[in-house]
C-alpha cells in the first residue's frame, strides 16, 4: 500500500497508477488487433480450402495461352479470361501475378449446391478476342472504331458490338499514366439491367474531312495575316522615293538620264537681236562640240 501521508507521494502514486492503466490500454488494442488478424487469416484459409485445387483442372482461363478455353493449371488469369467448369461457381481471389501494370486474380471454383445460383465466371460470358466483338474507340486509328484484339482498352473507350453489354474490368495493362482495362463483353440475355453497349460508342467518331477543312482555313487566314503584316511593314520601312533634279557635271555638262544611263548634254543660249524672227534656228549653229541630238522642240 502506498504512503500517501504527503501530497507530493499522493500525486506520484496516482500519475503510477494512471501509466499503468494506460499500458492496459495499449496492450488490450494489439491483442485486438492480433484476434481479428488471425480471425481474417482463418476464413481466407478456409475459403482457400473450399476452393478446388488446380489439380483438379475445373479452372478456366480463356484465350491463353491457347486461343479458346484452356485448363487454368495455376487458377491464376485475368479478371475477364477465368471462369470455373460446368458445375463450379466462380469466386474472384487476391492478386497472383503482375506485368506490365497488369493483374491476374486467383480463380476459385466452389461445387455449385443444387439448386444455387451458379455463376461460372466472366469468362465464360465475355466474349473472347477471336469472335471480333471488343471495340476500341481512337486505337489504332484515330478518330474510328477499332476491333480491339486484345479486349484492353483505355477508360472510356471500350464497348461492345451489337447485341453485347459492356462491363469493364481489372487493370490489364500500364505505362506510366496510360491504363488500360479489360473489356467483358457478354451477350444482352446474359446480363442484369441495362445492355449498355459501353461508354466507347456513347458519341460518334469525329468526321476527319472536316477537321481537315477547319485546319486548312486557319491555315490560309494565319498565312495570309502574316504575309499581310510583312508587307505592311516593308512599306513603312521603306524610304520614300523621290526622283533627284539633274546635276550639272564637272564641265558644266547637265547629266540627264537617257534609257537607264546617264548622257551629258550640251545647253546652249541663243539671243538674236534684229535678227529675221522666222528665221528660225539651224542644227549647224551648234557647231561641231554637240555629240548629241538636240531636237529643235527642245530648244
Not at 476464413?43 to 482457400?48: G, K, L, P
Request: aromatic share 6%; hydrophobic share 30%.
Amino acid at each position: 500500500k502506498p504512503d500517501l501521508s504527503s501530497p507530493a507521494k499522493a500525486q506520484r502514486a496516482a500519475r503510477s497508477t494512471q501509466g499503468s492503466a494506460r499500458g492496459l490500454c495499449t496492450r488490450d488494442r494489439t491483442m485486438r488487433s492480433v484476434l481479428v488478424t488471425v480471425a481474417l487469416a482463418a476464413t481466407a484459409a478456409a475459403e482457400d480450402a473450399a476452393c478446388e485445387p488446380a489439380a483438379a483442372g475445373v479452372c478456366e482461363e480463356i484465350g491463353y495461352p491457347n486461343p479458346g478455353v484452356n485448363v487454368d493449371d495455376d487458377c491464376c488469369a485475368t479478371w475477364a479470361g477465368s471462369s470455373c467448369a460446368d458445375g463450379y461457381a466462380y469466386t474472384e481471389g487476391g492478386v497472383c501475378h503482375r506485368w506490365d501494370g497488369g493483374e491476374a486474380h486467383s480463380t476459385c471454383c466452389k461445387k455449385c449446391e443444387p439448386g444455387q445460383p451458379c455463376d461460372r465466371g466472366p469468362g465464360a460470358t465475355c466474349a473472347r478476342p477471336e469472335e471480333e466483338v471488343c471495340m476500341e474507340r481512337g486505337y489504332p486509328k484515330i478518330a474510328k472504331d477499332n476491333v480491339d484484339n486484345d479486349c484492353c482498352a483505355l477508360a472510356g473507350k471500350g464497348w461492345c458490338g451489337e447485341g453485347y453489354g459492356y462491363t469493364m474490368g481489372d487493370v490489364c495493362y500500364r505505362a506510366g499514366h496510360t491504363v488500360g482495362y479489360s473489356t467483358c463483353c457478354q451477350p444482352c440475355n446474359s446480363t442484369y439491367g441495362e445492355c449498355d453497349d459501353g461508354p466507347g460508342n456513347d458519341h460518334p467518331p469525329p468526321n476527319l474531312k472536316a477537321l481537315a477543312i477547319i485546319g486548312i482555313v486557319i491555315l490560309v487566314l494565319c498565312c495570309g495575316g502574316i504575309c499581310g503584316g510583312a508587307i505592311i511593314c516593308w512599306m513603312c520601312c521603306r524610304p520614300n522615293a523621290r526622283p533627284r533634279p539633274p546635276r550639272p557635271g564637272a564641265d558644266g555638262l547637265i547629266m540627264e538620264r537617257s534609257g537607264g544611263s546617264y548622257v551629258p548634254v550640251e545647253v546652249a543660249t541663243v539671243i538674236g537681236i534684229n535678227d529675221d524672227p522666222d528665221g528660225g534656228i539651224q542644227l549647224e549653229d551648234f557647231g561641231a562640240t554637240s555629240k548629241n541630238p538636240i531636237l529643235p522642240a527642245g530648244i
